[in-house]
């Protein structure tokens, strides 16, 4: 991205002539657009700079927008002696939960002024009086009608439902952002939305949360995958996620399903993993499994994400197909219930050395039929 504004970017949305946008070339701290009488002023904010970019685009139209050069940002190492105050945004938080709390708070620590959330459950009222403080507990479409950025965080299959819920209701108005927190879902889900006149975000931050305080620290070390309908969205969705101290990552409408697969399998199924393991070594006999499991987990985890394939390990990366009947055995008597995992995980171990060069084509031979003695006959 560069210091200038693109030179092109005045933008209608769905059939509303007063919401004009000229977005940065690098991130920006998000916009606000002032209409007095029949003067409109938008306003952005660069996250590395001191000083507010206003104009009056009233009377400009897409072609004035086209015709007319660039200007540019601020020099950061000349501040404005009287600074403008920054564009803020009035958000709404829909609904108070793990999620939604901590990016309400995010968001409320960039400068932005979280107007509303809503709350059912006793813990959900007590996770929004920690962490949005003051913040008024409303019905979803009031705090919706309240917002200029709408933040849906609710469970993936509900929100299609809400959604249409709350275009029925009429909780929408043209201008407003609305964003929701889904991975599996892009921002055809909102269509609904997107007919009142919204700007449609995908804005999925990739990782776990607590609904604690410290979630506001993690926040600076992932990424999100943002969706957008256009170029203007794709740039105001980024921005919000750089706000909010994360890295934003574009990703397709049409692969948002597939992108969301392959975190719950990394994530979901590694949790499962680690479970799974730490019972074993209990049964086993093992007081502290979490202590023992720790260190190699962790080395595992980050020389997977370092190394790739060329750093599986263990039995079958070696080819020790006695040991993985030795643990197939001992499974199938001890946690009958582990075993399918086991050889299901196995085989892509397998197939993954061979891949990566490690496991010889006899070796991957003699694992394979390990793994699939009396498996034919126990299905």
């Known amino acids: ?6 030179q092109a970017t005045i ?3 769905r059939g509303c002539p007063k919401i004009r946008q000229r977005i ?30 206003s104009e009056d685009v009233s009377a400009m139209t897409a072609d004035d927008a086209r015709a007319r050069p660039a200007s540019p940002l601020p020099d950061p190492a000349r501040p404005d002696p009287q600074p403008p105050r920054p564009a803020r945004l009035a958000v709404g938080v829909v609904s108070a939960g793990r999620v939604g709390t901590v990016l309400g708070a995010a968001l409320a620590a960039a400068g932005h002024i979280v107007v509303a ?8 009222v007590r996770r929004a009086e920690e962490l949005l403080p003051g913040v008024p507990l409303l019905p979803p479409d009031d705090v919706v009608r309240r917002a200029d950025l709408v933040l849906l965080a609710v469970p993936d299959d509900a929100l299609p439902g809400l959604v249409r819920g709350l275009a029925a209701s009429g909780a929408f108005r043209t201008g407003q952002i609305v964003a929701h927190t889904s991975g599996a879902h892009g ?21 776990t949360f607590t609904g604690r305080q410290e979630d506001l620290a ?3 070390t992932c990424s999100f995958g943002v969706t957008a309908a256009d170029e203007p969205g794709w740039s105001v ?15 397709p409408e049409q692969a948002r399903p597939l992108y969301h697969a392959a975190l719950a399998h990394g994530a979901n ?13 209990r049964d086993a006999g093992i007081g502290s499994p979490e202590r023992v499991l720790g260190p190699l987990l962790s080395a595992a985890l980050d020389n997977a994400l370092r190394h790739g394939d060329r750093a599986l390990t263990g039995p079958v990366a070696r080819g020790d197909a006695e040991t993985v009947r030795a643990h197939l055995r001992v499974l199938d008597k001890e946690l009958p219930e582990l075993t399918d995992a086991y050889r299901a995980m196995a085989r892509r171990t397998a197939a993954r050395a061979v891949r990566a060069g490690l496991l010889g084509a006899d070796a991957a031979e003699a694992v394979r039929a390990v793994l699939y003695e009396n498996w034919e006959a126990d299905r």
């Open 1 to 6: 991205m560069t210091g200038e504004l693109r």
């Open 11 to 13: 933008r209608r949305y």
């Open 24 to 53: 940065c070339r690098r991130p920006v701290n998000l916009l606000t657009s002032v209409v007095t009488g029949r003067s409109q002023t938008i306003t952005l904010t660069p996250v590395t700079g001191s000083q507010n970019i």
């Open 117 to 124: 959330t809503s709350a059912v459950s006793d813990r959900s």
């Open 187 to 207: 921002v055809a889900v909102l269509a609904p939305a997107t007919d009142a006149g919204v700007l449609p975000l995908a804005l999925h931050p990739v990782m």
């Open 218 to 220: 993690r926040l600076v």
């Open 237 to 251: 969705g980024e921005a919000l996620v750089v706000e909010m101290g994360a890295e934003p990552v574009r990703v």
């Open 269 to 281: 199924h590694l949790a499962v993993l680690v479970r799974d393991a730490a019972d074993i070594l």
